[in-house]
């Protein structure tokens, strides 16, 4: 799951994870700190030190440095249980390397209704003004790699309909093609 930053993608996975016990979401490593009332588990928080050992010992399966703020972001190798997708919610840069790697991926990149919406969002998780307009700025390059790379492009308009829409589009990429009659 993919897209700029402020659509919202992280409350739409957790609903998502939550629905479909079968999921498998990936815990990212990040440098950023953690923000006030942010959940200790909501990634695993590291200094740039121990970040870039793992990166250069191999253990992400992508990594990238968020052009917003500058903080390094990466997927460990994942390790789910048998028969469980994995779930990944990452930045483009992010997605383009899990692509390269896994082609069968399935990236679905997530938009906000408009930008206006996105900087709500954005602001009432206590974003400063001047990393909203970064971020906004940034994010209509984003939208356009992402658009590129996406096998759907879901619009996080409203909660319940946007989840159903992934949950929809999941199974599509699950289900096996019907027998040729
Ligand atoms: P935030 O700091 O707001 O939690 O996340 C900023 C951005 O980093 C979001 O777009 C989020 O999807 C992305 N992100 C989170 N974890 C990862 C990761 O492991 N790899 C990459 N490439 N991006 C990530």
Not at 10 to 34: I, K, N, Q
Not at 51 to 73: C, D, K, P, V
Request: proline share 7%; aromatic share 6%; hydrophobic share 35%.
């Amino acid at each position: 799951m993919s897209g700029p930053g402020g659509v919202g993608k992280g409350t739409l996975v957790s609903r998502l994870c939550e629905r479909d016990p079968s999921l498998w979401l990936s815990r990212s490593w990040t440098t950023r700190p953690r923000r006030p009332g942010e959940a200790a588990d909501e990634y695993t928080f590291v200094d740039r030190g121990r970040f870039r050992t793992r990166a250069s010992e191999g253990g992400f399966l992508e990594w990238a440095e968020l052009a917003a703020n500058g903080e390094l972001y990466g997927t460990p190798w994942p390790d789910p249980a048998a028969g469980r997708d994995v779930v990944l919610e990452i930045d483009v840069q992010g997605a383009a390397q899990v692509v390269e790697r896994h082609p069968e991926a399935v990236v679905v990149l997530v938009v906000a209704p408009s930008a206006e919406e996105q900087a709500s969002r954005m602001r009432k998780r206590g974003d400063d003004e001047d990393h909203i307009a970064r971020r906004l700025e940034l994010g209509v390059r984003e939208e356009e790699w992402g658009r590129r790379l996406a096998a759907s492009v879901v619009v996080n308009d409203e909660l319940d309909r946007a989840v159903d829409e992934l949950a929809s589009i999941l199974r599509s990429h699950r289900e096996p093609p019907a027998p040729a009659s």
